[in-house]
């Protein structure tokens, strides 16, 4: 473990001193308060999602020159283990916190089981990730993400749900899913592609915005006109013979529900083009957050509140029956429950049971001895007391 994990560093100082980020390191009147509910404006955290290939990294680093030049540097976090290189001036990389090739060695997986369990090891340490946005969160616009080359390594891990939650849980979250346009001329392809993006709308119920990138080797009007109207991508599809075309075209009614409110752009990560468009996108999405994606996490947040309350009421109806008599003041933990919790339980509700449980083992192993003791002893001072008055009061 200490080989292969270490704790998680902010190198905002020392990476992104070419790009001048002015003021980051200084302490801000914000890191006294960061749990309270501030009125400033929050970074919104753009999560970026997609097939290897697409192009997710230098859309990551092409958005964080764009903002640069906009004078609006942002946060910029990689949580792909496996990269080379990042070729962006990262604040906080999963490289330093977690090394791949040892957690391969160590837990003797192949690379895709190793980026997996990376990304788990580094999940358990988000907490720490969270507390430094939320410390820089008055210098920064937008909080960028770049996620592994493989993107079910992320969406269906339980990982990627704990970190995508917890950002949900603080931060306005937009996700951009990078679509390679020039891959995608094939209709079936295509309507795969859109498939996968329609199953993570649906995983992460966040705002949504389909950013087709490369659009310097192919224009995606085709892909709109597609989305648009239906009977030209039939068209496009009875020109496949496949037996898989019957299928998508089955699928594609379905697809046509998905296509009416969703946010399409057209970008080169390498170019730049279509940038100014995409944050028009991003500004969009971010108020959806706020009016739709807040109200229902915090109506989730408070029946899991009222849930963990519960079941911590039961067990220390339990821990009470099981002490008799003994009084309990000292022995109860006054703050179980705390924010952090929140995250790790939801992602796991089995964890969530053991950790409470032992808890409640800690209670008995430790502070019930002493309670029952100073408790027994009393009572027997206060019997002695009562024997010595009823003798006294006798012979008088
Ligand atoms: P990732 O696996 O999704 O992070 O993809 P990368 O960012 O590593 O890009 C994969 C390949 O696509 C690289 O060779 C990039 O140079 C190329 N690429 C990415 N974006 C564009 C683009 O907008 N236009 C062109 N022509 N190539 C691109
Ligand atoms: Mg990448």
């Not at 995606?220 to 989305?227: C, I, L, N, P, T």
Request: a negative charge.
């Amino acid at each position: 473990m200490a080989t292969a994990a270490a704790d998680i560093s902010d190198g905002a100082s020392n990476e992104s001193d070419n790009y001048k980020e002015d003021g980051d390191n200084n302490p801000t009147p914000s890191q006294s308060s960061s749990n309270e509910q501030s009125t400033e404006p929050k970074p919104v955290c753009l999560i970026v999602l997609g097939m290897a290939g697409s192009g997710k990294t230098t859309f990551v680093q092409r958005l964080t020159a764009y903002l640069h030049s906009k004078k609006s540097p942002p946060y910029v976090i990689n949580l792909d283990p496996a990269v080379h290189e990042v070729p962006f001036p990262a604040n906080i990389d999963i490289r330093d916190t977690v090394n791949y090739k040892e957690v391969m060695k160590q837990y003797g997986l192949g690379p895709n089981g190793g980026i997996v369990t990376s990304l788990n090891l580094f999940a358990t340490r988000f907490d720490q990730v969270m507390k430094f946005i939320e410390k820089k969160q008055s210098n920064h616009q937008y909080v960028l993400i770049d996620t592994p080359g493989q993107i079910e390594v992320f969406t269906w891990s339980a990982s990627g749900t704990i970190i995508t939650e917890a950002l949900a849980s603080s931060f306005p979250c937009v996700v951009i899913y990078v679509m390679d346009t020039s891959r995608s001329v094939n209709p079936v392809t295509f309507m795969s592609n859109m498939l996968y993006a329609c199953s993570i709308l649906y995983k992460t119920k966040l705002p949504f915005i389909v950013a087709m990138n490369k659009t310097d080797i192919i224009d995606h009007s085709f892909a709109v006109e597609w989305m648009q109207d239906f009977e030209v991508f039939q068209d496009a599809l009875n020109q496949e013979t496949s037996y898989v075309s019957n299928l998508t075209r089955s699928m594609s009614l379905v697809l046509d529900e998905f296509y009416t409110n969703l946010r399409v752009v057209g970008v080169s990560a390498v170019t730049g083009s279509g940038l100014d468009e995409l944050f028009v996108h991003v500004a969009d999405a971010a108020k959806e957050y706020e009016t739709e994606y807040r109200p229902e996490y915090e109506r989730l947040h408070r029946e899991l509140a009222e849930a963990q309350n519960q079941k911590q009421q039961e067990q220390l109806e339990r821990l009470r029956k099981d002490m008799g008599a003994v009084s309990m003041e000292t022995a109860v933990p006054t703050d179980l429950g705390g924010p952090s919790d929140l995250i790790f339980n939801r992602g796991n509700p089995d964890e969530d049971e053991e950790d409470v449980d032992s808890d409640t083992d800690d209670i008995d192993h430790t502070v019930t001895e002493e309670s029952k003791e100073a408790g027994a002893f009393s009572t027997f001072l206060k019997e002695r007391k009562d024997i010595v008055q009823v003798r006294n009061r006798k012979s008088n």
